[in-house]
Nanobody, 122 residues
Framework: QVRLVESGGGLVQAGGSLRLSCAAS????????LGWFRQAPGKEREFVAA???????YYADSVKGRFTISRDNAKNTVHLQMNSLKSEDTAVYFC????????????????WGQGTQVTVSS
């Protein structure tokens, strides 16, 4: 089991930027795919982005071109740079880890952080 701790959420105006970070520890976290999900009030959790150990990335269509995921394997951290934020990006963002790269369903990810709130005001 990988332990994940998020940081960097907050309140930002529409059009602004935020950077989320997640520190991973335990297991063999450096070999895991790392990623982000989000959950808005009254909605299901949805996939945002993920990055493989080697740096390959994939994104949800809704954030492609605005969000960038990256990782630092030496520090076991993953970051989500969020630009051009919209009100519909408001959600709790969860850091996730999985042994297999390329998945998008919440049930595929065995390790979850506690989440960090991102609120975008219009």
């Amino acid at each position: 089991q990988v332990r994940l701790v998020e940081s960097g959420g907050g309140l930002v105006q529409a059009g602004g930027s935020l950077r989320l970070s997640c520190a991973a520890s335990g297991g063999t976290s450096s070999s895991y795919a790392l990623g982000w999900f989000r959950q808005a009030p009254g909605k299901e959790r949805e996939f945002v982005a993920a990055v493989s150990w080697g740096g390959a990335t994939y994104y949800a269509d809704s954030v492609k071109g605005r969000f960038t995921i990256s990782r630092d394997n030496a520090k076991n951290t993953v970051h989500l740079q969020m630009n051009s934020l919209k009100s519909e990006d408001t959600a709790v963002y969860f850091c996730v880890a999985d042994r297999v790269y390329g998945r998008r369903a919440p049930s595929d990810f065995g390790s979850w952080g506690q989440g960090t709130q991102v609120t975008v005001s219009s």
